[in-house]
DNA sequence: GTCATTGTCAACCGTCTGGTTGATAACGCT
DNA sequence: AGCGTTATCAACCAGACGGTTGACAATGAC
């Protein structure tokens, strides 16, 4: 295995990039249902629909529970949880970063006069 | 236009569908780079990594500022939080459903003896 | 001016993606 | 058993994607 978490943010950002699957997870939020039902909006076959639902199920971001005839689509907000913690992550810390830039441009100010050109980081 | 906040969603969760891509947020993260610091440690070609600036770029992840023929790439953390306002309001969603599913169960749990086979809900 | 450095642009290539249509499977109903 | 409903599978197609190589633009250094 290359790296499981990996794969598992690759697939769940790559299926989040389309905007029919995007509404398919807000809809699917409100209420599980089935395949049928999720193509109901959409100018679009229902095989399209079965597909972007099948990426979604691969992203582990939906779980479809045979029951009858009928799949209902269930959400699964467990790998949202992963993909948050990743950019809050990154985010905090281009934040603090950046915090840490205006107080370096402040310490610049104050020994404003430095013209000196040897520090090269 | 057809919705400029869904279009910057597509770009962005797109531009973190690629683990090369999602590496460089990582060391943007850290500190800003030059397109070559950036290409140094990947078995891959300047103008692969060019190209993954130029869609973290349109993804509005990252700018570039021109500084003499460098252009030193920043990560901008700004769309971090419209991609992270979205998945929180449909995981919330979700679990919210989730508990007063739990909440149904526990009713079902109270008039267990009814079998009756007529709430087809 | 000439040269080296840094990076982008352009064309190409194989693969993945998002859609289509047609056939088929799985189940409920009568 | 036969039919209708629900959904998946398979083949196909156009376009996007991620990489390559080669040419070129822009700037700093000599």
């Known amino acids: ?6 794969e598992q943010l690759n697939r769940a950002f790559a299926a989040l990039a389309d905007p029919t699957r995007r509404d398919l997870v807000a809809r699917l939020a409100g209420a599980d249902a089935t395949v049928g039902e999720l193509a109901q909006p959409y100018g679009m076959s229902l095989q399209a629909v079965s597909k972007h639902v099948k990426v979604l199920e691969e992203a582990g971001l939906v779980v479809r529970s045979k029951e009858a005839q009928r799949r209902p689509v269930h959400l699964d907000a467990e790998v949202f949880d992963l993909m948050t913690k990743w950019i809050e992550r990154y985010r905090r810390e281009a934040e603090q970063r950046y915090q840490r830039l205006d107080a370096v441009l402040d310490r610049m100010a104050v020994s404003e006069g430095d013209t000196s050109e040897d520090q090269t980081s």
Request: aromatic letters at 0%.
């Open 1 to 6: 295995m290359v790296d499981e978490v990996t």
